[in-house]
């Protein structure tokens, strides 16, 4: 019995099948192809796909959408009908990047789940929002913690060796936004705010890769005439992420919608606290000593928070002994108990 991942290789997804392939799982890697599933998919394998919208296509003709979709339906029917067992990971409510026709993707979401026989969602509070709008997910939802990445990208450096090296004069307090930069994590939201800092001695550190030109090039006009805000637009290197988080101060998330937020994790991971909304997942692992959640990000009370945070004395090594406990060996041993759930082993 093979255990085929969708996407098989990632941030997220390596450390944890290399969790599972520690204690003795086949793990490999899958795809969304008829010719995948009808050659290399048998009975009682597990299908584990991570974001089922990447199986149908989101831009094009209403035709082409049309077909995509219930092309996606078919594959996931024909991998039921192969014998296989379909698991879900929620990593957020909806697509990041939504599709032409928005009421597809919350279709997709709800053929997803009707064919899944387990979905996995991270925390509690994750688990609350996804059963409160998609209601089919009761009774086959199960939280597992999303691990931390301490050590993932290399170790934290020093702050004023980091500086130096990305360009930052030693004497900014950085406010760091990194990641993939989308319309759903509020960039221009926290721009204003910083403009209402009105702090000399502050930057604002926007990093990380667009993937819609049209929200970079309003991006790109926000900032032009601001001297304390910096974007770095483009795919930051690994060995550069250290660096980032090393120079940062606080790292802001005023996103509009969350499930799941790797980016908490990672930011944690180097003992970076977070100022973001207090919603999903967050709830579950943001504690007053990790960062502050905010009821409303409106450039006002965000600013404010932003404010608070420069006055406050985080502990750099509190935050990371808080992420140290969530672990992915831990999320490996959630999936393996549930599959155990059934009197198989793997």
Not at 175 to 191: A, H
Request: hydrophobic share 40%.
């Amino acid at each position: 019995m093979t255990m085929w991942a969708i996407p098989r290789h990632g941030a997220y997804t390596d450390p944890l099948y290399q969790g599972m392939e520690a204690k003795g799982v086949s793990v490999k890697s899958g795809q969304f192809s008829f010719a995948w599933v009808k050659n290399k998919v048998l009975r009682g394998d597990i299908v584990h796909i991570h974001w089922p919208s990447y199986g149908y296509p989101d831009k094009g003709s209403t035709w082409y959408i049309a077909v995509g979709f219930f092309k996606f339906c078919l594959l996931l029917s024909f991998i039921k009908l192969k014998g296989a067992r379909l698991w879900w990971t929620a990593h957020n409510l909806l697509p990041h990047e939504p599709c032409r026709f928005p009421f597809v993707d919350k279709l997709g979401r709800h053929v997803v789940i009707f064919f899944s026989e387990k979905i996995f969602v991270h925390g509690e509070e994750a688990k609350a929002v996804l059963s409160q709008n998609f209601h089919r997910v009761i009774g086959k939802t199960t939280s597992l913690p999303h691990g931390h990445w301490i050590g993932y990208y290399g170790d934290l450096v020093d702050k004023q060796q980091a500086k130096l090296a990305l360009g930052i004069a030693a004497y900014k307090h950085v406010f760091l936004l990194f990641g993939q930069l989308k319309p759903y994590k509020n960039v221009e939201g926290l721009i204003r705010a910083f403009a209402l800092l009105q702090r000399e001695d502050s930057l604002l550190l926007i990093a990380g890769r667009f993937t819609d030109p049209d929200y970079q090039q309003g991006i790109v006009e926000l900032t032009s005439t601001q001297p304390h805000i910096r974007l770095d637009a483009g795919f930051i290197d690994d060995d550069k992420v250290p660096y980032y988080f090393a120079s940062a101060d606080a790292m802001c998330m005023p996103y509009t919608e969350i499930l799941t937020s790797g980016t908490a994790m990672l930011s944690m991971s180097y003992g970076r606290p977070i100022i973001s909304i207090n919603k999903g997942y967050l709830r579950d692992v943001i504690i007053p000593d990790t960062g502050m959640l905010l009821e409303s990000i409106a450039p006002e009370q965000l600013a404010d928070a932003m404010q608070k945070t420069v006055g406050l004395a985080w502990n750099e090594q509190k935050i990371v002994e808080h992420v140290r406990q969530f672990t992915f060996a831990d999320a490996a041993q959630t999936l393996l108990n549930a599959h155990n759930e059934h009197g198989q082993g793997i």
